[in-house]
Antibody, heavy 118, light 107 residues
Framework: EVQLVESGGGLVQPGGSLRLSCAAS????????MHWVRQAPGKGLQWLSY????????YYVDSVKGRFTISRDNAKNSLYLQMNSLRADDTAIYYC???????????WGQGTMVTVSS | DIQMTQSPSTLSASVGDRVNITCRAS??????LAWFQQKPGQAPNLLIY???TLETGVPSRFSGSVSGTEFTLTINSLQPDDFATYYC?????????FGQGTKVEIK
């Protein structure tokens, strides 16, 4: 079964750091570009970041540039999001998603909740 | 970055209705647009990609169309399972922005 499973969410104080992980299974992870998307409570979806399949090319939404870092380990079939200098408005469910052959995000994880609060 | 303007934000409809949701791109994106359905407590689910191609397993009452930079998701004969929030997403570049979402409610 094709699957993505996020982990690493939790409660963190403002200014703190957190590292999210996304474990992939059921497909050749190293062949697919990957993304992170988040959803604040009661709000819409926000695209956050992209990483290429093998070359390490990355892109970010302006609001997280310089604070968040996307990375991957193809040998471990895993995607990561290192989040630093966290703010209250980073509170959200964080989803990892696979970019399918037609450039759409076709497989999503169940999400992991990040709460930034003192 | 490309901006996506989705409307309406909320739509009230009855079972059996035909509904249309619109997304307008801030620049030409050809047919690089996807539509997602999201139900409370669940991850988004891909419905349509490349503006009009139905993802495998999606009912044929869902369809997508495009005219210039305006994209439309149509749901024919709305079913109880279709009451949810729908998002468009441009897939033109690496930065894949979403529309604001449309909540389809029971009238």
């Amino acid at each position: 079964e094709v699957q993505l499973v996020e982990s690493g969410g939790g409660l963190v104080q403002p200014g703190g750091s957190l590292r999210l992980s996304c474990a992939a299974s059921g497909f050749t992870f190293s062949s697919f570009e990957m993304h992170w998307v988040r959803q604040a409570p009661g709000k819409g979806l926000q695209w956050l970041s992209y990483i290429s399949a093998r070359t390490g090319v990355t892109y970010y939404v302006d609001s997280v540039k310089g604070r968040f870092t996307i990375s991957r380990d193809n040998a471990k079939n895993s995607l990561y999001l290192q989040m630093n200098s966290l703010r209250a408005d980073d509170t959200a469910i964080y989803y990892c998603a696979r970019e399918g052959p037609d450039d759409a995000l076709d497989i999503w994880g169940q999400g992991t909740m990040v709460t930034v609060s003192s | 970055d490309i901006q996506m303007t989705q409307s309406p934000s909320t739509l009230s409809a009855s079972v059996g209705d035909r509904v249309n949701i619109t997304c307008r791109a801030s620049q030409t994106i050809s047919t690089w647009l996807a539509w997602f359905q999201q139900k409370p407590g669940q991850a988004p689910n891909l419905l349509i990609y490349k503006a009009s191609t139905l993802e495998t397993g999606v009912p044929s009452r869902f369809s997508g169309s495009v005219s210039g930079t305006e994209f439309t998701l149509t749901i024919n004969s709305l079913q109880p399972d279709d009451f949810a929030t729908y998002y468009c997403q441009q897939t033109y570049g690496y930065v894949k922005t979403f529309g604001q979402g449309t909540k389809v409610e029971i009238k």
